[in-house]
């Protein structure tokens, strides 16, 4: 290469550094001004530009989008879907409405992707398949980017309701030991939140702040099955709220449920353990069978074709 064509390529380089580090030094002088005018309570900004200018780049930029396809999704979506997705949010955990808000423009956007995919695979053909193995790929694509985000939401509150569903025994466990301490049964909660982090303690935590903050422990309780949509769980609140009701002792009551949770927990971990050996069938036949069938028979094939 010549030396000039080197030292021009060179000049480019260094002109483009020094532009870029002098935009970026400029942007971080104003990010830095705008911050601490931020931290001024009572500064007033006589430009609307500069008003405007003060918001994060979020709420600029992302806000309005987000709305706009929020609009679109409550619009086009079936009746009930928004309260379907509400109540799986509900199960995670999470009450914030602009979570909801931000999964149906996620599904907004997902629709336009497939749309997309049905177009440059199907229509404009950019992908190396033909044919029908060009509509499968095409279908998947679409079936992945319509139903994917319902299926991790999905499997989401499955994985929520299964840690609660696991670890429903080892909390029965902490609070009968609690209780025949001689702990009351919100003070063996308060232990038990303290001593078991996860879901189950996290409703519990937000079962004893609705009862601190004026509800019933029966109501409290029931709410907390509600959210939660465990069958375990939900025999729990009803052997606790008939024992407040009829006047048992707390504690013979977790003593038997725990018994009988730990009970359950064994049987549904044979139920897998008998069903595993069904599931493994299909890869074995699929995929196993065929690999070895071929080293197995095919040195005798080959012996059998040459001698013929």
């Known amino acids: 290469m010549p030396p000039v064509l080197i030292l021009a390529v060179v000049g480019v380089a260094v002109a483009a550094a020094a532009g870029a580090w002098a935009v970026m030094s400029r942007l971080d002088e104003r990010t830095t001004v705008r911050a601490a005018l931020r931290q001024l309570d009572d500064h007033v ?6 008003k405007e ?36 949010f509900t199960v995670l955990g999470t009450n ?14 997902t629709v336009v992707g497939a749309v997309l995919a049905f ?22 694509l ?5 139903l994917g985000p319902d299926a991790i939401l999905s499997r989401k509150v499955e994985e929520r309701q299964h840690e609660i569903q696991v670890q429903l025994p080892d909390v029965l466990d ?38 601190r903050a004026g509800a019933s422990r029966a109501d409290a309780m029931r709410a907390m099955d509600d959210r ?16 407040d009701t009829f006047g048992v002792s707390i504690g013979r009551v977790l003593r038997s449920q725990s018994d009988e949770m730990r009970m359950k927990r064994r049987q549904a971990a044979e139920e897998r353990a008998q069903k595993a050996p069904v599931k493994m069938l299909i890869p ?20 059998i074709r040459e001698s013929f």
């Open 53 to 88: 200018l003060l918001a994060p780049v979020k709420d600029r930029a992302l806000a309005p989008v987000v709305h706009a396809l929020t609009n679109v999704g409550r619009r086009f979506t079936p009746a009930g879907y928004v309260e379907k997705v509400r109540d799986k």
């Open 142 to 146: 679409v079936m992945g980017f319509v």
């Open 174 to 211: 902490l609070l009968v030991i609690s209780v025949e301490a001689g702990l009351g049964f919100e003070q063996a909660l308060d232990r038990v939140i303290a001593s078991v982090p996860g879901a189950l303690s996290d409703e519990f935590a937000r079962m004893l702040g609705e009862t």
């Open 284 to 303: 074995m036949v699929f995929c196993i069978f065929p690999a070895l069938f071929l080293v197995v028979l095919g040195p005798a094939v080959l012996q």
């Open 119 to 140: 177009l440059f695979v199907i229509v404009f053909n950019v992908t190396p398949f033909s044919g029908n193995l060009r509509l499968a790929v095409g279908g998947l």
């Open 228 to 243: 939660c949509g465990v069958p375990e769980l939900r025999a729990f609140v009803l052997a606790i709220i008939q024992a």
């Open 45 to 50: 900004t006589q430009d609307t530009r500069d």
């Open 96 to 109: 914030n409405p602009q979570t909801v808000d931000r999964f149906l423009a996620v599904r907004v956007a």
